[in-house]
């Protein structure tokens, strides 16, 4: 800033512009890396914060297979104190074979001991215990691995994404959020990696399966029902297209030109802060894409996000 005050005053402009020219174009390159900087400091922000959204949810994600690992565990744990009951008598009885001085009596302690230690029982429920244990596991690794790549730190450059895998990921995160409302029902199309901030778009899938969930939830809310969302890819060999479809009550047509608006919203406080469409539409926009819906009232709404499979230059180089 200095510089080009110092040139400036220096009484000769035909020799400083083209200094004054170098400096500001200067200038404006930090300020367009500091903008992009801080445009990818938000990105990650928001996906943490999304992620802060969901914990409560994943925490009872993750709460429901400890509790059945730590079940099994201890069925287990308490079959190996039966089962070791019985290894005594069959020492015993080993001895007795092994010296030659065994007789059909010597077996019966063994078989007391297999009775007592209700032996059919643990055999047929030990390795059913030990399944659960390792799907408990299973389960808590893939909620723990889909955190950690839903929320990956975000890269300046655009990187091809695995679309069907960050959809699967999005749907493990925010699980909780529909599971009690909605079957979720998966068409994940053959479709090559696209080229884009993988966080944005994530986010953006994200907050459409969670406006599907509270529409369908709507509808259902006080019934024994369940309402469906779809999630479709396709590749037209340009693009490719996300479609989220929700059995909800639909968007009234009065309100669809504006769902989106930043901060425009029909839900309480607390539920809806608005910010949902306004964040993916952005998100979209930026790639090069763009975002559409179909509603009927009552019948559901499906919106569409379709990406190029790789963005227009200088779009999205944040
Ligand atoms: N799938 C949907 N079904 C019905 N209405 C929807 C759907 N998605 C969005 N909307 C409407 O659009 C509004 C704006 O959505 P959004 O920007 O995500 O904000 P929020 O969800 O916080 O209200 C919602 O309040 C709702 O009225
Ligand atoms: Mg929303």
Redesign the pocket.
Known sequence: MNAIGQRTDSGSPAAGAPACAVDAAGRVRDLEALVARLERELRQARLLASLGELATGIAHEINTPVQFVSDSAYFVRDAMVDLSGLIPAYRRLQARVADGSATAADAEPLAAAAAAADLDYLLEHVPTALDRLIDGIGRVATIVHSMKEFAHPDREEMLPLDLNQAIRTTLVVSRNEYKYVADVVTDLGDIPAVTCHGGDISQAIL??I???A??VEDVVRGTQGKGCITVQTRCDGESVTIRIG?S????PED?RPR??DPF????PIG????????IARAAVLKHGGDITFQ?DVPGG?L?AIRLPLNAPPGRTDA
């Open positions: 907050n459409i969670v406006n599907a509270h529409a929700d909800g009550a639909g968007i309100i769902v989106f425009f919203t029909t839900k539920k809806g802060t608005g910010q949902g469409l306004a509603s709404t919106f």
